[in-house]
Each structure stands twice: as C-alpha cells, then as structure tokens.
C-alpha cells in the first residue's frame, strides 16, 4: 500500500546522460507479513523497453531485526 503521496503504480519519465544514474525513492507498506512480489522499474527509449530490473520477492517482517 503507497504512502506519503505515492501512487499504487506510476510512470513517470527520467532523463539519464550515459554511463549514470539515477535513485528514485518511494514509501509503502504491507499490511501483512509474508513474502510479496516487486516489479522493479523500466528503462525505455522511444517507448521501447530496452532495461529491465529483475522481478524480486520481498520477505515482510512484523518488526526490523537490526544486528
């Protein structure tokens, strides 16, 4: 579930030079523990997908465990 403004699902376009790199930081949270799928973003040019991340399974905690 999105937080602070964040939508469920977005595009948004991001210029990149070559050979960089860009973070974009967004808030959520599971409302229950257990494992849940990310779709990781895309990276296209001119509406062709060139990039993309690998699909990943998160493993949500009831609390953070911090060694």
Do not use: C, W
């Amino acid at each position: 579930m999105p937080m602070k403004m964040t939508r469920t699902m977005e595009s948004k376009a991001h210029s990149l030079a070559p050979y960089t790199t860009k973070r974009v930081q967004f808030s959520f949270y599971f409302p229950s523990v257990g494992k849940k799928g990310h779709f990781p973003s895309n990276v296209s040019i001119d509406e062709s997908v060139t990039a993309r991340g690998e699909f990943n399974i998160l493993n949500v905690v009831s609390s953070r465990n911090i060694q």
